[in-house]
């Protein structure tokens, strides 16, 4: 099954400790992107990546960090959390021809 | 960056009609896409369409596309319970991210 996948789905975390997110896609995918969710903001990019080893900041990267090293993964790296990132994480990759992009289950972070 | 526009709520009768507008930003956006995002879910993605055209029927699914207006509209036709959730419309930017709307809840009742 094509698909995108996140773990954790739920951390609950403290400000400062190192976490990671992972994200894995099936489909070949050579684009893909971290968003965060947070209410009245709505979504908005946080890294995206076009390919291996090319990554570029979307619209909030800061207090993030990304790699990709392999074209199926694209984790997102918290090297020091703190409390305004706590939000609703989702990971997505996209199709080349109609960019399509196809969404993870999310992951809810909480930092205290 | 501007935003998209979208009215944040919309409450109809099961069976009717619900139509969800949009208004975007980018008049050279090549593709509009419109997702759900169901409770606890991840985003779904519904539907798109390509800029040079005008509607796109899927099943239910009907979206109009406005160019010169930037206006775009999500029907879905004999609306169920099961529609009940939060509808997204995206215009697709240079690097490719996608500019999300802020979302229109959609209730349906019996």
């Known amino acids: 099954e094509a698909q995108v996948t996140q773990n954790p789905r739920y951390l609950i975390t403290v400000t400062g400790k190192k976490l990671t997110v992972t994200c894995s896609q099936n489909m070949n995918h050579e684009y893909m992107s971290w968003y965060r969710q947070d209410p009245g903001l709505g979504l908005r990019q946080i890294y995206y990546s076009m390919n291996v080893e090319v990554t570029d900041k979307g619209d909030v990267p800061e207090g993030y960090k990304v790699s990709r090293k392999e074209k199926r993964n694209f984790p997102l790296i918290l090297e020091s959390p703190s409390p305004n990132q706590t939000s609703l994480y989702f990971c997505?990759?996209?199709?080349?021809?109609?960019?399509?992009?196809?969404f993870g289950p999310g992951t809810r972070l909480t930092v205290t | 960056g501007e935003d998209v526009e979208q009215s944040l709520f919309l409450s109809v009768r099961e069976g009717d009609s619900s139509v969800i507008n949009c208004t975007y930003t980018d008049s050279s956006s090549t593709y509009l896409y419109w997702y759900k995002q169901e409770p606890g879910a991840g985003l779904q993605l519904l539907t798109y369409?390509?800029?040079?055209?005008d509607m796109k029927q899927d099943q239910r699914l009907t979206v109009l596309l406005n160019k010169k207006d930037k206006h775009l509209s999500l029907r879905i036709a004999d609306t169920q319970t099961g529609d009940s959730a939060i509808y997204f419309c995206a215009e697709i930017k240079a690097g490719y991210a996608l500019n999300f709307g802020k979302g229109t809840s959609l209730l349906v009742t019996p």
């Open positions: 997505a990759s996209r199709t080349d021809s109609t960019y399509e992009q196809y």
């Open positions: 369409i390509f800029s040079n055209m």
